[in-house]
């Protein structure tokens, strides 16, 4: 419940401030935002799973956003940035798919 | 989980670890390495951790992080709708500026050379009148009438099915069926060789210092962008300008562009046409030999208001400055 209030503070807060995005960052920002919801689903997979923890939420959120966004940094300093931020979507997009699947497996039994 | 083995223990997915690796253990395994920690410990498994301050932090960051980023591809796409709204809106504020000013300036030519036929008639110089008259009809610099036929071509109608639209400054596709810069030129000078003497496209008459040529997909005469349909009125002798035209290259092309590409055409022959005055014919270095060099003669001249013929085997000038109608 209380991750919940969190989350919606969090929005609530982005609406009401309206933060604007340095330039330099926003080529970052989507590879962030798969980062940060792979991170979450994560967390609440582990949370189903029994064996949530605060600390390696925390440092697996960090680390993934921080890695999504050094590798798109990397891929557009070589020349190949579009190849590996679809590279790490990909990479993300089945860790979340496979984690929504397992949460979803625990709540509806399905 | 099962994974395929073979006989050998080698799994025969062996080659495909990275995929395997993130379809199996989707889960950061931080979390399991954590859980045993404790278990090891002796400590009961983390209950408070998912009410502790730094989850509670990190979703706040997350919710940040998601309207950042919704903002901003909403933002984006604003702006962009904006400014292209704005560069529209632009665009056609300064083409009506434009055919104002085309519209005075011809106005305002058409003034001068009625001024200077009265002048020269005053002076009775007549025969010097009527050179500048005639010159002026071969230059283009006057608006002529006279017999002669219209061409006129249009895209093939598969362009116009695929764009949706009949103007090709909307458009961003090539394609094959459209007619192009040039095409004209080729027709043009067809009609040319075939004897015309005076020739305008869409009412932009051509003269020695014409220019057709292409931006993007538009076709422009003298830099002005015309839209299709194309209609290309030549004057000349009305016996012979059609046959020579048809046999002569500029009719091959047409019928080739005709076979090939579907692109749409049609001759017709007309017995009084009206062709415009050129509006670009502005010589600023040239000078005539034994000139003096910086005193570039201009030679702005329109139709004049009378009605004498300069000569009975030239198109005779006109007052109006209007699109030309068979």
């Keep these: 419940m209380i991750p919940a209030i969190g989350l919606v503070v969090g929005i609530v807060a982005g609406l009401l401030l309206q933060p ?16 940060a919801l792979d991170a979450v689903f994560g967390g ?8 949530f923890d605060d600390k390696v939420f925390v440092v697996s959120f ?7 966004a050094f590798i798109v940094y990397l891929g557009d300093q ?4 579009s190849q590996l931020s679809t590279g790490v ?13 397992a949460i979803r497996r625990h709540l509806f039994h399905a | ?14 080659s495909m670890t990275l995929l395997t690796e993130v379809m199996e253990r989707p889960l950061d395994p931080g979390y399991e390495a954590a859980a045993r920690r404790r278990r090891e410990r002796g400590e009961p498994p983390a209950k408070g ?9 990190t979703l706040v960051v997350v919710g940040l992080l998601l309207v950042a980023a919704g903002l901003q591809a909403r933002g984006q796409s604003t702006v962009l709708q904006r400014e292209r709204a704005q560069l529209v809106k632009e665009i056609q504020k300064q083409d009506a500026a434009a055919a104002k000013l085309q519209k005075s300036n011809a106005k305002l030519q058409e003034q001068i050379e009625s001024d200077r036929a009265l002048r020269l008639q005053q002076q009775a110089q007549g025969g010097l009148a009527d050179q500048v008259r005639r010159l002026g009809v071969a230059t283009g610099a006057v608006a002529v009438v006279g017999p002669g036929l219209v061409l006129e071509v249009d895209d093939a109608e598969s362009v116009n099915d695929q764009s949706g639209v009949n103007d090709p400054r909307a458009g961003t596709e ?7 810069d040039q095409d004209l030129q080729v027709l043009v000078n067809g009609l040319w060789g075939a004897g015309a003497e005076a020739v305008a496209i869409n009412g932009q008459r051509l003269t020695a210092l014409s220019a057709i040529r292409s931006a993007g997909l538009a076709i422009l005469v003298d830099y002005r962008p015309l839209s299709p349909p194309y209609r290309i009125s030549a004057i000349g002798n009305p016996a012979t300008l059609q046959a020579r035209f048809s046999d002569g290259a500029g009719g091959r092309d047409l019928q080739y562009l005709k076979d090939n590409f579907g692109i749409r055409a049609s001759i017709t022959s007309s017995k009084n046409l009206t062709l415009p005055a050129s509006s670009g014919l502005d010589v600023r270095h040239a000078v005539p030999e034994g000139g003096v060099p910086g005193a570039a003669v201009t030679p702005t001249t329109t139709g004049t208001t009378s009605g004498r013929s300069g000569s009975s085997s030239l198109p005779t000038t006109q007052t109006g400055h209007q699109e030309d109608q068979p």
């Design chain 1, 89 to 101: 979507v990909v990479v993300l997009g089945i860790r979340i798919f496979s984690n929504v699947a």
């Design chain 2, 49 to 57: 951790a998912v009410r502790s301050p730094l989850t509670l932090l």
């Design chain 2, 1 to 14: 989980m099962t994974t395929p083995r073979e006989s050998s223990g080698r799994r025969l997915d062996a």
């Design chain 1, 62 to 68: 960090l680390s993934n956003v921080i890695v999504a």
């Design chain 2, 174 to 180: 090539a394609d094959d069926g459209r007619v192009l």
């Design chain 1, 78 to 81: 070589l020349g190949v940035g």
């Design chain 1, 44 to 51: 609440v997979r582990a949370l189903l799973d029994g064996i």
């Design chain 1, 20 to 35: 604007s995005v340095p330039v330099w960052a926003q080529p970052y920002l989507p590879i962030a935002v798969v980062a």
